[in-house]
């Protein structure tokens, strides 16, 4: 490793090769981390540190006993706008970050020249430097990990130059580490850039069946469901992931319908719903399961939606977390309040990126736990939506339909209805926010409806009247 370090005559500007970067910034970090004192005794007074800094628009970040400062760190967590006063200091990862769009270099020559050069700094660009601050921070800094990851993900891009990220991807939400480019180079095939770039996502939907109950009955809702999916304008196919232990059907025992019907071998894996099929070619994907009541006006209505917030989860069925103060962990609940933080994807829109991300960003562990279990599969799927947005999933209007009671007596017992398998969604809630280092899921109470919903007026005025019917 070569330290970082500089003549006595002048500052040599020096670009630190990747095993010198990687080994310093861990080692900033690492004091960063460490340096725990919440109290600073200055000149007989005592300081409430952290509160100074959280409370701090400019934070000096000075040399240390090198050119950088694990101040530097500091003041990215705090969201306090570096000045940096270190002539010569090349920054982390300064080939794809454009620091400038979150630091303030100073010249450690002419100190008494900072004062007016913060004062100069308008109100606009303070909130727009406060918030890239968050935004590095959050994406590259704020674990171990992730500095690691960044570093190789950088040589990655430097070797395989062909399919590398740009600056706009490393420097926008949500960062370059979620986006891969082995998925694609391009920013209008990302639906979080969508809003930005005033591209409008396409008009179809590939509508994902997750089947685990043979065909015994032209009666089982499947083949309900089938129907009513088929029917709206907006659907391009239906695949049908087929995880039943008995072999399926052959095509002349599904009914016959006005799109395309694929049957795919879902190897009984229960992650197999979020699996990057080539099949599906449509940007929007209509997570199903077998046994889901939807009317045809209930799918078009979510998928225009969903057109409008194509970054996000957009569904029925709505959960939540919450903290369990004496317990110390996450609890689950499905009980039916204004407030949400979760729509499970048992008939939910997303953008087919996920099911990318899905598959090759989270870690093989979280994705065998939820095979193991036949579980949790939808939690997980929220926690990286919520993780890569920093928003919550969209409700929308319904009859209600998903509510978890009891199955009669002489009936089969439904997964949800068996409390081991609620237990298993309250321990997987607590194992992803331990992986994702924090709880990402984001609560809301908005919902929207279609116009002159549950109105008084006449139902001929409604665009969507089905949905009033119980």
């Known amino acids: 490793m070569r330290p970082l370090h500089h003549s006595g005559r002048s500052t040599q500007r020096m670009k630190a090769s990747i095993d010198a970067e990687v080994s310093i910034w861990l080692r900033f970090h690492s004091a960063c981390m460490?340096?725990?004192?919440?109290?600073?005794?200055l000149a007989q007074a005592t300081f409430d540190y952290q509160e100074l800094l959280h409370n701090s628009t400019f934070c000096l970040v000075p040399r240390g006993r090198r050119l950088g400062s694990f101040r530097f760190l500091e003041s990215l967590q705090a969201a306090c706008i570096p000045v940096l006063l270190s002539n010569g200091w090349e920054l982390p990862f300064s080939d794809v970050i454009q620091w400038n769009q979150a630091v303030i270099e100073g010249d450690e020559r002419l100190l008494l020249q900072v004062p007016s050069t913060v004062r100069s700094v308008g109100n606009e660009r303070v909130l727009a430097l406060r918030q890239r601050t968050q935004m590095l921070w959050e994406a590259y800094f704020s674990s171990v990990d992730k500095i690691v990851l960044t570093t190789l993900e950088i040589i990655k891009d430097r070797v395989f130059s062909h399919i590398s990220r740009n600056k706009y991807m490393w420097n926008s939400l949500p960062g370059g580490l979620l986006v891969l480019p082995e998925y694609s180079t391009h920013l209008a095939?990302?639906?979080?850039?969508?809003?930005?770039?005033?591209?409008?996502p396409g008009q179809e939907f590939t509508a994902v069946i997750n089947a685990v109950s043979p065909l015994v009955s032209q009666s089982q809702p499947i083949m309900k469901l089938l129907q009513v999916v088929s029917k709206s304008k907006y659907c391009s196919q239906i695949i049908i992931l087929w995880n039943s232990e008995k072999p399926p059907p052959s095509r002349s025992k599904w009914p016959p319908m006005p799109v395309p019907l694929t049957v795919t071998d879902g190897r009984r894996k229960t992650t197999s719903r979020f699996l990057p099929h080539v099949a599906i070619e449509t940007e929007a994907v209509l997570s199903l399961d077998e046994d889901t009541v939807l009317l045809t006006s209930e799918v078009n209505f979510a998928f225009l939606v969903w057109r409008s917030f194509p970054e996000r989860i957009v569904g029925y069925p709505p959960r939540s977390h919450f903290w369990d103060p004496l317990k110390r962990a996450w609890g689950y609940t499905s009980k039916w309040t204004n407030d949400y933080s979760i729509v499970l994807t048992g008939a939910?829109?997303?953008?087919r990126y996920y099911h990318y991300l899905f598959t090759h960003y989270l870690p093989q562990s979280l994705r065998t736990l939820v095979d193991h279990t036949s579980n949790c599969e939808d939690i997980l799927m929220n926690f990286l939506v919520s993780a890569v947005t920093h928003?919550?999933?969209?409700k929308v209007a319904q009859r209600k339909q998903y509510k978890e009671l009891p199955s009669p007596q002489g009936t089969k017992t439904v997964p949800w209805a068996n409390p081991e398998h609620f237990n298993q969604r309250q321990e997987c809630i607590n194992t992803f926010a331990d992986w994702f280092g924090y709880m990402p899921l984001v609560?809301?109470?908005f919902r929207l409806d279609p116009v002159l919903f549950k109105d008084q007026v006449s139902v001929f005025r409604k665009k969507y009247k089905d949905l009033e019917r119980t």
């Open 34 to 41: 460490k340096y725990e004192r919440k109290v600073v005794e």
């Open 391 to 394: 928003l919550p999933p969209i």
């Open 348 to 351: 939910a829109f997303y953008h």
């Open 189 to 200: 095939h990302f639906p979080f850039y969508y809003l930005g770039l005033g591209v409008s």
């Open 443 to 445: 609560h809301s109470q």
